[in-house]
């Protein structure tokens, strides 16, 4: 089915939440494992049609975020989602307690009902309000950077849309696009402060509710495989070991670009002449994406294709359109999956297509193996994004239609370099958070002098003598992530560690490579993301060696 031809009709939760009662309690009754699963399906597909209500009402108010009734619908789920979850962790915890435990391990798996337990931790309807409170907070910051539009150049562009002019060739207007952006931060800093103020206070409120010391604690609670002692000991080899190599980096980029100092509006400009510039662009350019999945993988090319056709992908800039660079997301009642962009015209659009098709490829695969149950399909967000960020790199040798042959040389560098900085730059990201939710009581001008203090100790070549601290040091601010999804940040520099691996193997064996991917893949979210890579025979960010062996095979990559 087209996407354009799906109909939406509000999905009524309280008859949900009913429905799921019973089955919760029919589950406690019933008299043999077989009875459990039939009921357990029975919940899960009313759990499918409220997250494909759930998206399409999110999907459609992001598509056009000045459309009221949608706004609407998003507030509607906001307030009645968090209640509607209270009976979907019912359900599962009926299963959990189960007489047949072992018989039903054997049919779902363990890890299964070892994300049960953990998930029944964080629901619990003593913080009901607090998360409908939550999400009309996370929509209003939605609403005021969707629609928001900074003045440049004379004309008034939409704030997502600013992006490609950061990597001009003119070192002033660089800076003054950066300019421009952060103007508009500066004059929404108070109402930006007060969102992400009740936010802290919100979800620290939450942690405390339900038994946790902090909310940094509740979001280690939803973690397997590893905790913050991992987390931090990979933060600490990143700037042991990671950081001294992004230096050597930004050096040679500077070099390059031929400044006397590298500042913030010298990153998005890897070459002098100008960022690699794709030759493809509109519906040649998206078809083009395709060709490369059918050279990969006969499926993938296959898959791609269906999305295309039904209209699955919002990908082309335009007013209203919320700001996020891209996100996939599954319409599960139309076993399909959408994928959203918001294209600039320069290569960046490539990446995105790329990393969101991989989300697209993983959920398909998971859909269709019946080995998946339902409420693993996804994994959890570092297996998730390593699906996707892999995929950008997998892609590299066949890019050839997108460039020039210099301007392909130029993206290959550019990719691993870019790969390289943002590990840094996540982990900037990460302990920030650590830091706001440690010590939630800190005012708006602390948590801007702790980014600041943050981003430095992992970008310590920057020159920040141009621009004043007001102008950088609260850019943190246009991060959705840190408003929307709280501590998702590190996910990304797991993934892009392991995607490095991934491609560090694909140089050796670049079928053996991909067939390996799509093991990984396949695992879906059936085990902890440690024990997944272990199984497909790779290192892990976590272990210790992992950044010396990535070193040598970086270095040489970006010789050109």
């Known amino acids: 089915m087209n996407f354009h031809q799906i109909s939406y009709a509000r999905f009524d939760m309280d008859a949900a939440c009913r429905t799921l009662e019973s089955l919760s309690e029919q589950i406690a009754a019933a008299k043999s494992p077989e009875a459990q699963l039939a009921l357990l399906s029975e919940g899960e597909e009313l759990i499918q049609h ?20 949608y706004a609407g619908e998003m507030a509607y789920v906001g307030q009645n989602s968090p209640r509607l979850d209270l009976f979907v962790q019912k359900l599962y915890r009926s299963i959990a307690a189960s007489p047949f435990r072992r018989e039903l391990t054997a049919s779902l798996g363990s890890f299964f009902f070892e994300k049960v337990e953990a998930e029944a931790r964080l629901s619990d309807d003593s913080v009901l309000d607090l998360c409908a409170d939550e999400q009309a907070l996370c929509q209003r910051y939605t609403d005021l950077t969707g629609q928001a539009t900074v003045s440049y150049c004379g004309e008034e562009l939409p704030l997502s849309s600013m992006s490609v002019h950061y990597a001009d060739t003119d070192r002033a207007r660089r800076r ?59 933060r600490a080899q990143v700037l042991e070991k990671w950081v001294p190599f992004v230096c050597e980096i930004k050096e040679n980029q500077r070099k390059r670009l031929g400044v006397p100092s590298f500042r913030l509006y010298d990153s998005p400009l890897r070459f002098a002449d100008g960022n690699p510039r794709l030759q493809l662009t509109g519906d040649a350019f998206v078809r083009a994406v395709g060709d490369v999945f ?43 999956d959408f994928i959203f ?29 019946p ?33 020039t042959r210099e301007d392909l040389r130029k993206y290959r560098i550019k990719q691993i370099e870019y790969a390289a900085y943002f ?26 002098a702790a980014y600041a203090r943050i981003y430095l100790r992992y970008n310590p070549y920057l020159d920040t003598s141009d621009l004043p601290f007001a102008s950088w040091g609260s850019q943190w601010q246009d991060m959705s992530v840190i408003y929307a999804m709280p501590f998702y940040f590190i996910d990304y520099a797991l993934a892009q560690t392991q995607a490095l691996l991934f491609y560090a193997e694909s140089q050796k064996d670049p079928e053996g490579a991909f067939q390996r991917y799509l093991r990984f893949v396949d695992f879906a979210g059936t085990q902890p993301f440690p024990q997944i890579v272990r199984a497909c025979g790779l290192l892990s960010p976590f272990d210790e060696k992992c950044f010396d062996a990535l070193l040598p095979f970086c270095r040489e990559l970006i010789k050109g």
């Open 50 to 69: 409220a997250s494909t209500f759930s998206t399409l009402a999110q999907l459609r108010y992001f598509l056009n975020t000045a459309d009221a009734f």
């Open 176 to 234: 003054e696009a950066v300019r421009a952006t952060n103007a508009w931060y500066e004059a929404h800093a108070a109402e930006l402060d007060e969102i992400f103020d009740a936010l802290v206070k919100n979800r620290t409120e939450q942690a405390r509710r339900l038994g946790f010391c902090s909310y940094t604690d509740m979001k280690y609670a939803s973690r397997f495989g590893f905790g913050r002692e991992q987390i931090e000991a990979f």
């Open 294 to 336: 059918h050279q990969m993988n006969r499926e993938a090319g296959a898959y791609f294709d269906e999305l295309r056709q039904n209209g699955m992908f919002d990908l082309f800039d335009r007013k209203g359109k919320v700001a996020y660079d891209g996100f996939c997301v599954e319409l599960t009642d139309y076993n399909t």
């Open 341 to 369: 962009g918001h294209f600039a015209g320069d290569q960046t659009d490539l990446e995105v297509l790329v990393h969101e098709f991989g989300h697209a490829l993983a959920a398909c695969r998971a859909r269709r193996n």
């Open 371 to 403: 080995r998946v149950p339902y409420l693993l399909r996804s994994g959890t967000q570092e297996i998730a994004e390593t699906h996707s960020t892999s995929m950008e790199l997998l892609t590299l040798p066949y890019l050839e239609p997108f460039f």
């Open 423 to 448: 590990i840094c730059s996540i982990c900037v990201g990460d302990e920030f958070q650590h830091e706001i939710y440690d010590h939630p009581e800190m005012t708006p001008s602390e948590r801007n």
